[in-house]
């Protein structure tokens, strides 16, 4: 039976490609969107993507999610530092959520280092540009031991 996965974007994502380039490279949303579906083709994955700037949709996102998904993909933007809320929603799915991010926080401005996403969270992902969704869908997939070795 395929899994499912929730690809989920948050505020200022739509921007990507234009948006501070040497900061979040340039590919666009949908670029990325496209590199991790051809990234699963091999995988029995059901993937579904959706991106918005409004806390309160991706907590409905977050919610509809538990009807269908086995895991969540999350980058939830400036919202990691925060959002109470996406972290309540988060516990309330019970599903394991990745947190990605493009750049790597850690070596940004200092409020951007706490993550009140981050523990409850399966893991944290951050830093390695679009390539952070890819290894993020990987850590999924060795979660729920499908990654072929």
């Not at 516990?91 to 940004?108: C, D, F, K, Q």
């Not at 399966?122 to 990654?147: C, M, P």
Request: hydrophobic share 45%.
């Amino acid at each position: 039976m395929a899994k499912g996965i929730l690809l989920l974007h948050g505020p200022n994502l739509n921007l990507l490609g234009t948006r501070q380039p040497e900061v979040y490279g340039g590919m666009t949303l949908a670029e990325i969107n496209s590199a991790v579906e051809q990234h699963l083709a091999a995988y029995d994955v059901q993937l579904r993507t959706a991106q918005s700037n409004h806390e309160g949709a991706l907590i409905e996102f977050l919610h509809e999610a538990r009807g269908w998904a086995d895991g969540v993909v999350f980058n939830p933007g400036a919202y990691t530092h925060t959002s109470v809320a996406l972290r309540d929603a988060i516990t309330a799915i019970e599903l394991p959520v990745i947190e990605v991010h493009l750049s790597n926080v850690h070596g940004r401005e200092a409020f951007r280092h706490t993550s009140l996403l981050a523990g409850v969270c399966l893991g944290a992902i951050a830093g390695f540009g679009w390539h952070s969704y890819i290894l993020a869908v990987d850590a999924l997939l060795r979660h729920w031991d499908l990654l072929r070795d």
